[in-house]
């Protein structure tokens, strides 16, 4: 493993690719959002590797992984933890039992199938990566990261995830169909890991990345330069979602709201990891284009007549990049 931070993701980058198979912009955007420090909304029909790709990057982190299948009857207390009675002797005493979100990866599988109060419950650690039982307070882990996914076609007995939990994933990533030759390479990966002597060719026995260079990387991203010109330009972007009137009508009649300022403040961050992942110190505008559909898709609502006519948020985050100039 490289001693250098870029060289040292680079190889993880390298790893996860020849695991998770025709899926190279799911993990480069699994990369970011851990050089970012952000959270992560996975949304993709069942069988394309979303779950499979965050096991295999805790499997490659010195990181404890803690999967949570969300049910309808799940309770906010299955996730944060509880009190738990106990008697010591003459004394009785409530002990904090710490949930499944006290991990350093917290896969939140099919988060739209646990009702909002449930869904509520991970509103304050997402945000201020600590959590409230019984009136103390219980600090996370400082790898903490949550990586959701979510079905988008399955919609029976779903709940929605609310705006404002929406706002605070920092990017919101579809994942396509595998093409022909990397979904062949896919039967001949599994059909080498169901051998029945467990045992798989070329295995090899590598170190896993440690947390403190997860950590060393992302002070060098917060140090890559960001120009005022470049300021503009991404705050030029988010802004175009709240007057789309001015880049046409068409755009006006397609949103009906626009991006908050969390937008501004998550596009900043990934355009700055993107830079430092592709070897550069400083951000230009095609990193800001890069990644911003996975940064605002989730925060812009369309209008009726968007959806009538079969608009998606990502053709219509595509033409304001079309139309916003750099200033």
């Known amino acids: 493993m490289s001693a250098d931070p870029r060289g040292a993701v680079l190889d993880l980058q390298r790893r996860l690719g020849q695991e998770v198979l025709g899926q190279p912009a799911l993990v480069e955007r699994l990369l970011l959002g851990l050089l970012a420090n952000g959270h992560l909304l996975v949304e993709g029909v069942p069988g394309l590797a979303k779950t499979r790709a965050v096991r295999s990057l805790a499997g490659h982190l010195s990181a ?3 999967r949570i299948q969300f049910t309808p009857d799940l309770l906010p207390a299955d996730i944060t933890g509880s009190e738990i009675y106990h008697q010591d002797g003459d004394r009785d005493t409530f002990r904090f039992a710490p949930g499944p979100v006290f991990a350093d990866l917290v896969l939140a599988d099919e988060i739209n199938r646990a009702p909002a109060k449930v869904q509520a419950a991970l509103l304050e650690a997402m945000e201020e990566r600590q959590v409230t039982v019984a009136g103390t307070t219980h600090a996370l882990p400082p790898l903490f990261m949550v990586l959701a996914t979510q079905n988008p076609i399955e919609q029976e007995g779903t709940y929605p995830l609310p705006e404002a939990q929406m706002d605070r994933f920092l990017m919101k990533l579809r994942v396509g169909y595998p093409g022909v030759e990397a979904e062949t390479a896919m039967l001949r990966l ?3 890991e169901e051998r029945p002597d467990g045992s798989r060719p070329d295995t090899r026995d590598e170190p896993r990345l440690a947390p403190e260079i997860v950590f060393a990387a992302r002070r060098l991203v917060h140090e890559v ?6 300021d503009r330009y991404l705050v030029d972007v988010v802004d175009a979602t709240r007057h789309p009137g001015r880049y046409g009508d068409e755009l006006a009649g397609w949103i009906q709201v626009g991006a908050s300022p969390r937008g501004a403040i998550a596009l900043d961050r990934v355009a700055r990891a993107h830079a430092w992942l592709m070897g550069r110190d400083h951000v230009t505008p095609d990193d ?5 559909i996975d940064c605002l898709r ?3 609502i369309l209008s009726y007549e968007a959806h009538a006519g079969g608009v998606d948020a990502d053709r ?4 304001l990049l079309q139309r916003v100039a750099v200033a």
């Open 298 to 300: 989730h925060r812009i």
């Open 64 to 66: 404890r992984l803690s």
């Open 225 to 230: 330069y960001v120009a005022p010109a470049i």
């Open 288 to 292: 800001v284009r890069a990644v911003a």
């Open 190 to 192: 599994v059909r080498d």
């Open 316 to 319: 219509v985050i595509a033409t």
